[in-house]
């Protein structure tokens, strides 16, 4: 893992919350973990994976995503700066999500050959976008992010969902009822690093916050926008719709963190 740029707010602590994802250690989850004073950034990994370390010399933050799969208990990040490496250890604790039952066409539960094999290239293309690790945005500062379109959450992270009848991963992010064609904003500064049309997603965009940061946009009507644009907070760059694996139109919005799906609502203003 290379060294960033500083971001442009220096003097930030740890428990700025107006400034910061909510710390939430639970499977799904944010832990905000204060690595104290060092002259250059130090480097965290979360096992391979690189995470992402905010701040400056007098206080550096790591901001670790927790896997839906993490198991209640003990975790550990490895911290190298200059002085020497250690083990940074933090407690996760339980929770429960709840459970819905869909009704959906059949073919997008039991897929046919064809389908499968679409959707396996598809998974596999997207990893390649899931594992980007860049130099932040220089616009990017707070990470309590703008909600990208306005309307009800209609489902909200980790919900168990249960597809005619068959349990499914849990929902890796949070969907927002509005009509089609309402305009969808990019919640922090970004760069569009996926547009594409997926089997299960539908329309799709993903933005690339830097340093591991990135969102998803699924399920999209139109999308206004192509790989390499540079979006500002507030920009819009895609459209609600009800394309691919949906029961109605609405806005799927997920956000990665060290390659790992977390809870959108900790990004947003309380």
Partial sequence: MGALAALPFPGWAATDNGLWPQDS??????????????????QVRSGDVPVLVLG????????????????PGAHAVQVQDSARERTLRY????????????KVSPKTVDLAPDDLARHERERAHQKTIMERFSTPSPDLGPLRMLQPVP????????????????????????????????????????????????????????????????????????????????????????????????????????????RTMVDPALFLAA
Avoid at 28 to 40: E, H, N, Y
């Fill in 91 to 102: 407690q996760v604790q339980d929770k429960k999500y709840t459970e819905q039952r869909l």
């Fill in 151 to 258: 309307g009800r959450r209609s489902s909200s992270f980790g919900l168990r969902r249960i597809f005619n009848g068959q349990a499914r991963n849990p929902h890796s992010g949070m969907d927002i009822a509005a009509a089609t064609g309402t305009p969808i904003v990019a919640p922090l500064p970004g760069t569009v690093v996926d547009v594409g049309d997926y089997f299960f997603n539908g329309g799709t965009v993903w933005l690339d916050h830097g340093a591991g940061l990135l969102s998803m946009y699924c399920h999209l009507s139109r999308t206004d926008c192509k790989v390499g644009d540079v979006l500002r907070t507030g920009d819009r760059f895609c459209q609600v719709g009800a394309t691919g694996r949906v029961t109605g139109p609405h806005l799927h919005w997920g956000v990665m963190l060290n």
């Fill in 56 to 71: 400056d010399m007098i206080e550096w933050t790591a901001v670790v995503g927790i896997p839906l799969s993490a198991k």
């Fill in 25 to 42: 250690r639970v499977p799904g989850g944010v832990a905000r973990l204060s690595l104290g004073p060092a002259p250059q950034r130090p």
